[in-house]
């Protein structure tokens, strides 16, 4: 009988033993991390600020280890061990569920576990560098307010002429109605296109080509009685120009997530063509016509502005601007008609004395006017084109 019993305690305590060591015995453990993908490129940056520097960049699809979330800004391991932030809106986060088995007791010595077959290693991936854009083609419409005032100088001789004859013509009583007085030539309108290849993340030089063009045709015509008989006084001129030029700009770029900021300055060959007419017709005053054509001349200029470029996706946008611009074309050439006759030579700007007090005229010659009592101010004329350029564009990054 007593063998019987120690033998049943004997089978029963092995039964126990081998049910405790059994791997049916293990408990299940769950954990939980999450993880940021990539949706595009994106820059991991030393801080959480566009400002901080940039340890290096990630492909869109590649997962990252989520640290801590700071709101606009996750902190992340990357695969390689890397620490840093990375803009928020740049990832998409999910949840990962990692399901293993613990086991309270093992009877097993560490010296007699069976090894595991090992995992293939895993071969790391160098970091990607922080890619910079290489290069920015942008072209845009431009809107340019100048003053080539110098050629203004008929417009001003006509319009007091025309004051002068409405008020001989008041004097008798007769009301007539100016209509708008001639202008200047101010408003352009044209584009540019230019090309920037940076040298820097924060520095780029621009190679572009300007074109610019204005007209203006104004017309006023004066109708009055003098000495009970009605007269007539016209006048009109047509100012035209034609500009382009090659630039070259250094620009200064000042980079964030979604809009970038720059300051340029540059300078260009600005190469213009310049026409301008004049008409004068009346019944009491000599008529004459007066012109001045193949007008053309280069020089050198110098331009300096502001730009905001806004991202709209990942290698396009669009941009706005402003720029001033210093440009003179001096010691013009061309061919002026007077009536029938002509001549070509430089043009000279000058002040002749009439008897409504002195007018402003241009004039084409080989040689400058001699100064006399009736003739001052003699200078060679010039067409200013220096003025603001307001601009609205697209580029693209690559």
């Known amino acids: 009988m007593f063998a019987k019993r120690q033998a049943f305690r004997f089978f029963t305590s092995l039964l126990v033993l081998l049910f405790l060591t059994s791997p049916g015995w293990a408990q299940e453990s769950v954990r939980v991390r999450k993880l940021a993908i990539a949706v595009m490129d994106a820059n991991i940056r030393a801080n959480p600020t566009t400002q901080s520097r940039i340890i290096t960049m990630v492909r869109a699809g590649e997962k990252m280890e989520v640290l801590d979330d700071l709101g606009m800004w996750l902190k992340v391991k990357l695969h390689d061990g890397t620490v840093g932030y990375v803009w928020g809106k740049l990832v998409r986060v999910e949840v990962e569920k990692i399901i293993g088995r613990t086991s309270p007791v093992t009877s097993q010595k560490p010296g007699i ?12 991936s160098p970091p990607v560098k922080a890619k910079e854009a290489r290069f920015d083609f ?6 340019a307010l100048v003053n080539p005032d110098d050629f203004w100088t008929w ?5 007091s002429q025309l004051e002068h004859t409405e008020g001989a013509w008041r004097s008798y009583g007769v009301d007539t109605q100016l209509d708008p ?8 309108l044209g584009g540019d296109a230019e090309i920037k290849v940076f040298l820097h993340r924060n520095i780029a030089v621009g190679l572009g080509f300007s074109l610019l063009k204005g007209s203006k045709v104004q017309e006023r015509r004066l109708d009055g009685e003098l000495g009970g008989v009605t007269h007539y006084l016209d006048v009109s001129q047509t100012l035209k120009s034609s500009i382009t030029a090659p630039f070259l700009a250094l620009h200064f770029v000042m980079p964030s997530e979604t809009a970038d900021f720059e300051v ?7 190469m213009g063509r310049f026409s301008a007419d004049y008409d004068f017709n009346s019944d009491i005053y000599a008529p004459y016509t007066l012109s ?12 300096a502005g502001i730009r905001a470029d806004i991202k709209l996706q990942k290698n396009m946008g669009i941009f706005v601007g402003g720029k001033y611009t210093f440009v003179k074309f001096k010691d013009l050439e061309g061919k002026m008609t007077y009536n029938s006759s002509s001549i070509t030579g430089k043009i000279y700007y000058y002040e002749y004395l009439t008897s409504l007090g002195w007018m402003p005229a241009l004039l084409a010659s080989s040689t400058a006017p001699a100064p006399s009592p009736g003739i001052r101010e003699i200078r060679p004329a010039e067409f200013n084109f220096s ?3 307001v601009s609205v564009g697209l580029f693209f990054r690559f």
């Open 292 to 303: 001045f054509t193949d007008m053309k001349k280069s020089t050198l200029g110098f331009l």
């Open 264 to 270: 340029f300055a540059g300078t260009g060959y600005y």
């Open 113 to 124: 576990v069976p090894p595991l077959k090992p995992a293939p290693a895993r071969v790391p």
């Open 138 to 143: 942008s072209f845009n419409f431009t809107y």
């Open 181 to 188: 007085a001639l202008g200047n030539l101010k408003h352009l």
């Open 155 to 159: 417009g001003k001789s006509f319009n």
């Open 387 to 389: 003025g603001f350029n």
